[in-house]
């Protein structure tokens, strides 16, 4: 899809067509795979994988949004008891700010309110406006004309939604359909050209066999060069940054879909977290609600004899006072003297997300156990030292990444 386009609201293609061409979509890649990756690769991750990359985020505009630009001034014809004028006419664009697949705005559902309106989508700013004109300079006749227009826009858009969700429910049966008949029909070609004696690729003559797909290269646990004596490994500073440059992205995806984060608590987001941490990195494991010291931590990554790597905290931000307790709770009850990579999680839901970083980056500084800051690595993921509480000379590093739900 361009980076933006016009249309009449909801009235480009039918749900029908629309449909058909997801279904052809994701049969299409299905029948693209090559014959050694299909039946090697791990079927329950790869059909998952293609769920969620076909899966319709619902439409919703954010009428709060709302922005009105100065307007432009046209001559415009109207009739006046037969005689055709030209008169000065303010022409202005509305814009709102919206979240779901933008595709959407271009289908007609099944179910339709038979109006519409011409809009103007803009796909890198997730930004949606139209126009209005009147020819007076009179507020309430440009608040008729811009409700009209908005509802003349938006009118459909719980009906497209309504289709995108049966889509939605239905789409993990097309992915199993589509996927197992394929599979099927190579694993039968495979026994074919064997009773024939024709040579297949070695790759594929494991084909009931469930091999991981390859992952990227992660740095493993290293050894400690301070711990001469121990063969307890540390987590190296390569991997801690992965770690939160995997939790970063995947909370920058989340902020971006709504749908994941509404009406979740901080145990529903934290799982969503952990998914990727889990299958991302070999001789680790992930855990989630885990006893570590006095109490149960969000995550922790272990190494594969046991020992820890990394300690993180999920919460809501809701002040100064219990963001200090959250670190309170983190070093005092989860943290041991053997751990020296920790992450605090904040997800904020109030408006004002700026000033919360900022206030975050202060009050991180004023807390006992901050002992220096260190660059920052992106806009809301931030980096410090601390100390634990019984033990000025141990060092942890700390990360504190913070996420718009609204």
């Known amino acids: 899809m361009s980076a933006s386009f016009f249309c009449d609201s909801f009235s480009k293609i039918d749900w029908s067509g629309y449909e058909q061409g997801l279904r052809k979509s994701v049969k299409d890649e299905i029948d693209g795979l090559s014959k050694e990756y299909l039946l090697g690769v791990e079927e329950t991750e790869y059909k998952k994988h293609l769920t969620q990359k076909y899966t319709l985020e619902l439409l919703a505009v954010l009428k709060d949004s709302e922005r009105i630009r100065e307007p432009r001034i046209e001559k415009r014809e109207f009739r006046d008891f037969g005689r055709t004028l030209h008169r000065d006419t303010y022409v202005f664009s ?3 700010n919206f979240t779901g697949s933008p595709a959407l705005f271009q289908v007609r559902p099944s179910s339709w309110t038979m109006t519409s309106h011409p809009i103007h989508v803009t796909l890198a700013t997730q930004g949606v406006k139209f126009e209005v004109a009147i020819a007076r300079q009179d507020v309430e ?4 004309a811009k409700e009209e227009a908005f509802s003349n826009s938006f009118v459909n858009v719980g009906n497209i939604n309504n289709n995108a969700q049966a ?3 239905g789409l993990p049966s097309v992915v199993n359909s589509l996927f197992d008949w394929r599979k099927k029909h190579l694993a ?4 074919f050209f064997a009773a024939i004696n024709v040579a ?3 790759q594929t003559a494991g084909i009931f066999t ?3 797909i390859t992952r990227q290269i992660i740095p493993r646990p290293e050894m400690s060069p301070k711990r001469q004596f121990t063969r307890e490994p540390a987590m190296a500073d390569e991997m801690y940054e992965d770690v939160l440059k995997v939790l970063y992205q995947a909370g920058q995806g989340m902020e971006r879909k709504p749908s994941l984060y509404r009406g979740k608590d901080e145990e529903a987001l934290r799982d969503q977290f952990l998914l990727f941490l889990e299958t991302r990195y070999k001789a680790t494991t992930g855990g989630g609600e885990t006893f570590n010291k006095a109490g149960k931590t969000d995550i922790l990554l272990k190494y594969e004899d046991g020992t820890n790597l990394f300690v993180a905290e999920c919460k809501f931000w809701t002040g100064e006072k219990d963001f200090h307790a959250a670190i309170h709770q983190l070093f005092d009850r989860y943290l041991t003297w053997r751990d020296s990579k920790a992450a605090l999680l904040l997800f904020v839901t109030n408006k004002g997300f700026t000033s919360v970083v900022q206030k975050v980056r202060s009050e991180a500084e004023k807390h006992p156990y901050f002992v220096r800051s260190l660059v920052v690595r992106e806009e809301t993921s931030l980096a410090f030292e601390f100390h ?4 000025r000379q141990r060092i942890v590093r700390f990360g504190i990444l ?3 739900f609204p």
């Open 388 to 391: 634990l509480p019984d033990d």
């Open 210 to 212: 469930v091999p991981v």
């Open 402 to 404: 913070l996420f718009s």
């Open 94 to 96: 509305i814009e709102y």
């Open 188 to 191: 039968a070609e495979n026994d």
């Open 167 to 169: 889509w939605n429910q």
């Open 141 to 144: 006749e440009f608040r008729r």
């Open 200 to 202: 297949t690729n070695p």
